[in-house]
């Protein structure tokens, strides 16, 4: 294993042991940098906002997301514009404030070298979803 992905892991591990409402927490910075997200998504539950946490965790934990998943990113863009009038800033917003939480949340093993790993793999990860918006 790379010791980005070591990094980007033990960050990841830190902030769910330290912050039980971890993925709340996202959600509800993400609705206060964006009030018409929170409009979008107020017919998701809880059990839904999860699981959507789960494949943004699983994305930023992919270290080729471009290669593995452009097909996936393709189908999910499509259908969240198409279905869900997702707009494509949402995107890179969501990316900033998972950044910005995470920092926070995982305070106590952060430092310059977990912030340019998590900050590389998001942005990797928001280049795949803008190219797979592209494709739409």
Known sequence: MSVEQELIERALECAAADDPKLNERIYKNFYDAMPDAEQLMSHVDEGVRGKMMAEIYRLLLTKDVAASDSDYLVFETKTHANSYFVQPEMY?????????????SAARVWGPAVEASVSRRLNAMTTAINSALINN
């Open 92 to 104: 890179r917003l969501l990316s900033d404030v998972l950044l910005q939480t995470l920092r926070l």
